[in-house]
């Protein structure tokens, strides 16, 4: 069964600063996915990562993939409240009863000012 | 884009009943999977459809199932329903069956709730 491990599982933060959001598995896979999700909403996709070393950036975040240390990285830069959120990693993994997503359990994430 | 459609956005249900939840994958997707998300287990993989079969298939017993039409569009249903089956339900929307390189779209949920 494959594991995925986010860390921290809450992050209180103040404005302006930044941080660094961990997710580890288990099992070889080269396809990572960030979403967010506020309080009572669904998921949003935020990243896509399909390859070992990509890097995409979208305003204040950033997410990187290690294949080879199993390890997806989201960076947020200079916190702002809006980013207040709680945020999965997914990994892809196909056939399995788990199915094409695994998700961690996620991060929540307060900034405060 | 039209995006993912669930109905309904709430249920509320009473034990012992069952239910029946709709999904509209985006337009041209062929693939939707459904997750069940509780604060206890977080977000668990029900099922997957494309092309009107059921391609995998998560550890849930069988009080759930689910079936997709021609029109992609996919119902899951829930029979005997338990106090533990309160949970968002969400459907996850992508191009085609397995690995996805665009990402899986998810619509906005059902939250079911049962007293």
């Known amino acids: 069964e494959l594991k995925v491990e986010q860390n921290p599982l809450f992050l209180s933060m103040q404005e302006g600063k930044n941080y660094t959001i961990y997710c580890n598995y288990s099992?070889?896979?080269?396809?990572l996915y960030w979403y967010r999700q506020d309080p009572g909403k669904s998921l949003e996709s935020l990243f896509v990562l399909l390859s070992n070393g990509a890097v995409k950036q979208e305003g204040r975040l950033m997410a990187s993939l290690d294949t080879k240390a199993r390890l997806s990285t989201l960076h947020i830069t200079a916190a702002v409240h809006d980013l207040s959120a709680t945020y999965f990693c997914a990994v892809g993994y196909y056939g399995g009863s788990q199915g094409n997503l695994i998700f961690g359990k996620g991060t929540k994430l307060s900034v405060k000012p | 884009k039209a995006g993912v459609t669930q109905t309904p956005r709430y249920l509320i249900k009473t034990r012992g009943q069952q239910v029946t939840l709709s999904c509209s994958p985006i337009?041209?997707?062929?693939?939707v999977s459904w997750y069940q998300q509780t604060p206890g287990q977080g977000l668990q993989f029900l099922f997957e459809?494309?092309?009107?079969?059921?391609?995998n298939k998560g550890n849930f017993p069988g009080r759930f199932s689910g079936r997709q039409f021609s029109n992609s569009r996919s119902e899951m249903n829930v029979s005997t329903l338990e106090l533990g089956d309160s949970a968002l339900y969400l459907c996850?929307?992508?191009?085609?069956?397995?690995?996805?390189?665009?990402?899986?779209?998810f619509g906005s949920g059902t939250r079911l709730t049962v007293v």
């Open positions: 099992t070889t896979s080269d396809r």
């Open positions: 459809y494309f092309s009107e079969t059921q391609r």
């Open positions: 996850a929307s992508s191009l085609r069956q397995g690995q996805s390189d665009y990402g899986y779209t």
């Open positions: 337009s041209g997707h062929r693939s």
